[in-house]
């Protein structure tokens, strides 16, 4: 059996935080495969700038996603550049891209995944 690389964007590492959503608890229970979870360095590094440069809820979430990433071990794939383009790039490898960004959506192969209700992950193909 093929484990699936999912690679999480920053919006959608931000969300967790925005909706209370505990995002790897979603995973294990939508998701029928098995998968392992990754990001960007280039994306901590955009987290790292939300949390220097952003005050109150954004500093926040940023914090906290940087939390997230060490503790829940999460794999770091070290590419460097414009993290939307990256994650392009990944989901035409067949990974599963996780994202809220709209513009990114429009640019990603299919399947990937995103939150909806904000409470839920769902599979889009």
Known sequence: MTIKKIIID??????????????????KQFLDFNFTIHVISSTILELEKIKLEQRGKYKLAASIALQL??????????????????????????????????????????PYLTIRQKKKIILVK
């Not at 383009?85 to 990114?104: C, G, M, P, R, Y």
């Open 10 to 27: 920053t919006n959608a590492l931000l969300a967790i935080s925005e909706f209370k959503l505990d995002l790897f608890e979603e995973l």
């Open 69 to 110: 990433i060490k503790t829940k071990n999460i794999n770091i794939i070290k590419k460097d550049g414009f993290v939307d383009d990256l994650l392009v790039e990944l989901s035409k490898e067949e990974n599963l891209i996780l994202t809220q960004d709209i513009a990114l959506k429009k640019r990603l192969q299919k």
